[in-house]
């Protein structure tokens, strides 16, 4: 379950958000019983009237119910369409994505090919460097997105190919884009993070077929996740 400290001003959505992530993703199954309203106070730093207003949101949808004495609980009867009704929206396309995977095994694949063979410490540890900000920002998709795209271009940087590495580089409202709207959508997930650090490690190991077929790997995950949300 992943909760993060509530520091902005909409406090009772980012609580309600919150909450709502964790039934979607299903931390919180039908018929489990939610942490109590002190806990969801300390979880969260907020105060009890906001936590308070959260849950009625949801109860008032038939999300959570609430149980005389013995606390709220997610709903036996939730359904589907209740659930669909809290998924993100993608907001690329799929031709987008099938665009960016084609770039990506054809620009960001051949500069792992020369990482493997040029790259120095000092490059290693600007990837490893991004990396740790990934794991670091697993509960913020957004600055996880911004790490994750700092760890490829990293390696791009580490291809000593400077045309290659403008081309990654000039590709950044873009490639940051798609990168975070998966992220956003998808959720970031101990998948993604155990991928990038064996892609780290497969580079240290001079092993550019693996860090390929790693990448590759998951974006046909990823494509068959969105598939699945288009009804595809």
């Known amino acids: 379950m992943r909760i993060k400290t509530i520091e902005k001003q909409n406090i009772v959505d980012e609580v309600y958000d919150q909450m709502k992530t964790n039934i979607v993703s299903g931390s919180w ?18 105060s009890r009237v906001s936590v308070r207003s959260a849950i009625q949101k949801l109860r008032a949808i038939g999300i959570i119910q609430t149980r005389q004495g013995q606390g709220s609980f997610v709903s ?24 960016m995977s084609e770039f990506r095994e054809t620009i960001e694949f051949k500069c792992i090919e020369l990482a493997v063979q040029r790259a120095d410490e000092e490059d290693m540890l600007q990837i490893e460097n991004a990396l740790n900000k990934m794991i670091a920002n697993k509960d913020d998709y957004k600055k996880y997105s911004e790490a994750d795209f700092e760890f490829h271009l990293a390696i791009a940087k580490a291809s000593k190919n400077d045309i290659l590495f403008m081309v990654m580089k000039n590709t950044k409202d873009v490639f940051y884009h798609y990168l975070e709207e998966l992220n956003r959508v998808l959720g970031v997930n101990e998948d993604s993070l155990q991928g990038h650090i064996e892609q780290f490690q497969a580079l240290r190991n001079k092993d550019s077929a693996r860090v390929k077929a790693n990448i590759k790997q998951g974006m046909d995950e990823n494509m068959l996740k969105i598939r699945e949300r288009m009804g595809r």
Do not use: H, T
Not at 29 to 41: F, R, T
Not at 76 to 99: A, H
């Open 29 to 46: 199954k039908p018929g489990d019983k939610i942490p109590s309203e002190n806990q969801l106070c300390q979880m969260f730093n907020v």
């Open 76 to 99: 036996q009867s939730i359904n589907d369409n209740m659930v669909d009704n809290f998924i993100p929206k993608m907001n690329l396309s799929e031709k987008e994505i099938l665009d």
